[in-house]
C-alpha cells in the first residue's frame, strides 16, 4: 500500500509540527511513505492505528454520501496531521481520509505519539494546539458552505491546498474539485472560468496552476483569512 521512501533528504516542503519537535524522540520512531492520489488511508468504521504527518502530500478528511458521493471536511498539508484524534476516544474512524495531492509523508504508530504525548509536555502542547486549529477549519468551513458562493469557496479552497501543498500547481480534476465543495461539476466549471479569465489561475485538463495569490485572495470569502490568521497564532510557522 505505502511504498516506503528512501533515507536521503527529501525535497520540498518538511511537515512543521516534525520540525517543531527536532530533538524530541519522535523522530527516531518515524516511518517514511510516498502517497499517491485517491489512496485510502483510512475508511469509516476502520481501526485507526497509524498517524501521518504529510510533507509534499495532502490529504482530504471527507464525509461519504449514501449514493458514493462525498464532500470535504478538512484538508491537510504540512501543517497538521490525521489520526491523532482517534486517541481521545474511540479508535474507529468517522470520516475517510484519503491523499487528495500525491506526495511523501512521515507516519508512525498511534500507540507510540500516545506515550510521547503522555511523556512530553512540548508533544503535548504541539498535539493540543494542532488540535484546536483543525476544529476552527472544521467550524469555519461549515459556516462557510452555508453563507457563501461556489466562486469564493473555490478561491478559498485553493489558497488552502496551496498553503498546505507548498507549491503553485496542482494536479486537480473538475470532478475531484466538485466532490470537494459538494457542487455540480459545472459549477467547479464556471468559477474556474472566472478565475481563468481574470488571470488568478491557468486551467488545463486536469491542473490547476495559481499565477495570482493576491487575486485568489480578493475572489475569496473572510474564511480563508480567519483560518490562517488562527495558525498563524497558535502555531506561527505552519505555512512557513
Known sequence: MNKPAGTTARPGPRNSLLAALDGHE??????PAE???DEVLSDIGDEVRRVWFPHTAVLS???PARDGESTEAATIGREGMVGFMSSFG????????????????????LA?????????????DLCLRYTQGLLAQVMQSVG????????????RWLLM????????????????????LGVRRATVSVALRGL??????????????????????????ECYRIVRAHYELILPHSFA
Open 26 to 31: 519522535l523522530g527516531s520512531l518515524l516511518e
Open 35 to 37: 502517497l499517491h492520489r
Open 61 to 63: 478528511i471527507t464525509v
Open 90 to 109: 474511540e479508535r474507529r474512524a468517522f470520516t475517510r481520509t484519503v491523499v487528495q495531492v500525491s506526495g511523501t509523508a512521515d507516519w508512525l504508530p
Open 112 to 124: 507510540r505519539l500516545e506515550q510521547a504525548f503522555d511523556r512530553d509536555l512540548a508533544v503535548r
Open 144 to 155: 462557510c458552505g452555508a453563507m457563501h458562493d461556489a466562486g469564493q469557496r473555490l478561491a
Open 161 to 180: 491546498l496551496q498553503d498546505r501543498a507548498g507549491r503553485d500547481e496542482l494536479a486537480l480534476t473538475q470532478d475531484f474539485l466538485a466532490g470537494m
Open 196 to 221: 481563468s479569465d481574470a488571470g488568478v489561475v491557468r486551467h488545463e485538463r486536469g491542473r490547476v496552476q495559481i499565477r495570482s495569490r493576491k487575486g485568489l485572495e480578493a475572489r475569496s470569502c
